[in-house]
């Protein structure tokens, strides 16, 4: 069982899937991936989205996935958010960071995470 933190903004914007046009539903799409996932491999997944609350996607467990959004609006606020969660967990070396942000890759590898990117999970959820 792995534990995955994953990037949400940073996985669906990797592909260019026309995600822009509707990123509430973008996040639903994923967020329907990420729950098929854990219930299959029993991943617990928590999912970080930016600052806005989309209507129908609130903080807290959504389908066997842990839902939160950044503290704060702007430039890396999810990354923050992710950076924090590494920090706080009393064992970071089983967390499994997913994005291809190299920054935020950089920060939570020194916190001890290992770091996969975004088509490392999408290879996972075909």
């Known amino acids: 069982m792995a534990r995955l933190i994953v990037d949400a903004m940073n996985v669906i914007g990797s592909r260019p899937t026309g995600w822009w046009r509707d990123r509430a539903g973008a996040h639903r799409r994923l967020l329907e991936q ?14 970080v989205l930016e600052g806005r609350t989309y209507e129908g996607i609130e903080a807290g467990e959504r389908d066997g996935v842990r839902v939160l959004y950044s503290d704060r609006h702007g430039p890396d606020a999810a990354d923050d958010r992710i950076v924090d969660l590494v920090a706080e967990d009393p064992d970071s070396t089983t967390l499994t960071v997913v994005t291809s942000d190299r920054r935020l890759a950089e920060r939570v590898g020194l916190l001890g995470a290992e770091i996969q990117g975004a088509s ?7």
């Open 34 to 47: 990420l729950a098929a996932l854990a219930s299959e491999s029993g991943d617990e997944v928590t999912a």
């Open 120 to 126: 490392w999970l999408l290879r996972r959820l075909r």
